[in-house]
């Protein structure tokens, strides 16, 4: 009795594991539908939508963008990723109002952007700064049109940009006499005067070397989460890898032009991020793949 009992448990075991098996995967499939009604519910603050963008070569149309869509929620910070070429930066011209697409739209808190907004700040590849304007007037530069503030009012969010972005001492600079990191840091602050909902960063730390790009990506990432800053979403464009994995929740992968989103990653990974982890490693390899 107690041999046939054994081998019809041994019979069953494998039909419970195929079951159990199962019940796990109908909870993971029921647990990712709640996470993805959750977010349905929640209002997106940037809303990409079926986006398409062309231009003209002389009578031939060249297709830039194909069908993009994406989300950006509060609290997230979203790279935007692809093959050179994809259309990342067209994408986020769009976003921030410089550019229109060919069709679709892109929305701010369900408002269509059809101009640049004061809630969205943009930190561009290269520094834009004016040679002949001080770092402290470089700043004040890019509140000139908010009528709203005093002159005293813009200086005074002008050096609390400069010093959160560790430029005190440096406000009477001119940029010639600045360093590439130091020049970046200007645009940067010139963002966070701002005081932005939205940052946008078009491949910020690529013109840097490795060294003060890594410094630096640390000191803005800890502005960013800030819970005094009032930037509630960033999305930035990049091609490096480990970058995008160090500082991103999602990751948007588009394909080579003409652009359309190949896949969506979230990565859940706790922070501060250990880039020599095996988790890290395995997320740098995944994304390799998908831009492979």
């Known amino acids: 009795m107690i041999f046939h009992t054994q081998r019809a448990t041994r019979s069953l075991q494998p039909r419970f594991a195929r079951l159990n098996a199962s019940i796990a995967n109908q909870n993971l499939a029921a647990s ?48 935007v990723t692809g093959p050179s070429g994809c259309g990342k ?14 069709t679709g739209v892109v929305k701010f808190r369900d408002q269509p952007i059809t101009k640049p907004r004061s809630e969205i700040a943009m930190i561009f590849q290269n520094f834009v700064l004016l040679p002949w304007r001080t770092a402290l007037e470089n700043v004040v530069f890019g509140l000139s049109s908010n009528h709203e503030l005093t002159e005293d009012q813009k200086k005074e969010k002008a050096l609390k940009a400069l010093e959160e972005t560790n430029l005190k001492g440096f406000e009477n600079v001119f940029p010639g006499e600045l360093s590439g990191g130091m020049k970046q840091r200007v645009g940067i602050a010139r963002a966070l005067a701002l005081e932005p909902e939205v940052l946008l960063m078009d491949e910020p730390f690529s013109s840097l070397d490795d060294l003060t790009a890594e410094h630096l990506r640390q000191e803005i990432y800890s502005t960013l989460i800030n819970p005094s800053s009032p930037i509630q979403s960033v999305i930035m464009i990049s091609h490096n890898v480990e970058e995008i994995v160090e500082l991103s929740d999602k990751v948007v992968v588009l394909s080579a ?17 250990n880039k020599k982890s095996e988790e890290f490693f395995a997320w740098v390899d995944r994304l390799y793949s998908l831009l492979a």
């Open 257 to 273: 032009r003409p652009g359309h989103v190949v896949d969506t990653l979230r990565i859940d990974m706790p922070r501060p991020r």
């Open 89 to 102: 930066s067209s994408l986020i011209r769009i976003i921030a109002g410089l550019n229109k697409p060919t």
């Open 32 to 79: 990712k539908d709640s996470n993805d009604k959750l977010m349905t519910s929640i209002q997106a603050i940037i809303s990409v939508e079926h986006v398409n963008l062309d231009y003209r070569k002389e009578n031939e149309k060249l297709p830039v963008l194909t069908d993009v869509s994406m989300q950006a929620f509060k609290d997230e910070f979203i790279a």
